[in-house]
């Protein structure tokens, strides 16, 4: 706001201020230097408070609103599988302090286990409660926490197409199962995929896509209620503009309902927040026009200094960079870098961050 036209504004308020005042002076009609006085006072009053009503609103255009992280993946390994139902309610009860609305389980069945009581695949042997998958579902339902259920994992190690195929198999069969055993009574939002992202682009005969293509639709036609969340990676081989034109090209064929884009700043792509903004944003326009919901996933991790917990500092960063672009914020993952029962180092550094944050959203209690 120019300073003239603040100084003219306020000018004419005292004027304004001082005529209403002057039937209330006390004693005889006041002189005209005390009117002036007045005036004058009240000149520097009113000046003050529209400087100060226009730096407010200057500094909150310059300073982006900061979307809470309300949602996180849990990976289930022998970090929390080992969790007694006590234990698990902590856990959940933690995230719930953070603002989480949204429980992400990465899969439910790895190799030759699983993590829930399906047909094709014997539970875990070391389980600190009789059913880990039941007791995640009764606690968010408890707990009104949105779950998405992620399928089958696999590792990198073999990527041929025989391999992803048979990836595919079993992730239908795994979702048959567990839509039969806990689907109907579980809190369910919707379906994970894959364990194998897709990152960057790739064209629609890739063997990763091809499983996608195999997968979703069956997805679709025993849960159509249910929506399909995907969270791709990219890097720096990329441009932002080549990684919006690929996905225009793969969103219509996959057709998810949810993009999650991991911002991948945790990892060791060698990104920092401040490469993350355009790809976003480049991804956000492919979203919307496919009519695809566009999460942010920002990673809490620092795979570099030795898979430890990521600094405030940074997260925040992470957060701003994404926020503009994402109608909702997750993160990779909660167990491992953001819990109080793991207690990794710089844990609570973190969480009492984004709890700050949290509360800012929330805005004071009534």
């Known amino acids: 706001m120019p300073t003239k036209r603040l100084i003219r504004w306020s000018g004419e308020l005292s004027q304004k201020l001082g005529g209403a005042l002057r039937p209330w002076l006390p004693g005889t009609p006041p002189s005209k230097r005390g009117v002036h006085r007045i005036q004058s006072r ?3 009053l ?11 609103t200057q500094t909150s255009a310059k300073t982006p609103a900061l979307k809470p992280i309300t949602g996180a993946f849990v990976q ?20 719930r302090k953070l603002g989480m609305d949204t429980l992400i389980i990465d899969g439910v069945a790895l190799n030759e286990y699983a993590f829930c009581r399906i047909d094709s695949y014997p539970i ?3 389980c600190g409660t009789e059913d880990p998958l039941k007791t995640l579902l009764s606690i968010s ?6 779950v998405w259920v992620g399928l089958y994992r696999q590792g990198w190690e073999d990527q041929t197409p025989p391999a992803f195929e048979e990836f595919a198999r079993r992730c239908k069969t795994v979702a048959d199962e567990f839509w039969d055993r806990y689907g109907k009574a579980a809190p369910l939002a919707g379906w994970y995929l894959l364990n194998w992202e897709i990152g960057n682009t790739a064209p629609l005969d890739n ?43 793969m969103l219509p064929a996959i057709k998810p309902d949810i993009v999650a ?12 927040p401040d490469d993350t903004g355009p790809y976003f944003q480049a991804l956000a326009r492919a979203c919307k026009d496919s009519r695809v919901r566009f999460w942010g996933n920002v990673e809490t991790f620092d795979q570099p200094a030795g898979w430890k917990t990521a600094t405030p500092d940074r997260v925040l960063r992470q957060i701003e960079t994404v926020s503009p672009h994402c109608e909702k914020v997750i993160t990779w993952e909660y167990s491992h870098y953001l819990s109080p029962l793991t207690a990794r180092e710089g844990w609570k550094d973190l969480y009492d961050a984004l709890a700050k944050l949290a509360r800012e959203e929330a805005g004071p209690h009534p």
């Open 42 to 44: 009240l000149l520097v």
């Open 46 to 56: 009113g000046l003050a408070v529209l400087l100060g009503v226009a730096a407010a």
């Open 76 to 95: 289930l390994d022998g970090t929390n599988l080992t969790w007694t139902h006590q234990q698990w309610q902590q856990e959940l009860e933690s995230m």
């Open 124 to 126: 875990w042997p070391n």
């Open 141 to 146: 339902e408890q707990l009104d926490i949105q």
């Open 207 to 249: 063997i990763g896509v091809k499983a996608y293509l195999d997968v979703v639709p069956y997805l679709r036609n025993l849960t159509p209620n249910l929506s399909i969340l995907i969270s791709p990676y990219f890097t720096l081989d990329i441009t932002p503009a080549a990684l919006e034109e690929g996905w225009r090209t």
């Open 261 to 272: 884009l991991q911002d991948g700043v945790g990892c060791d792509r060698k990104l920092t």
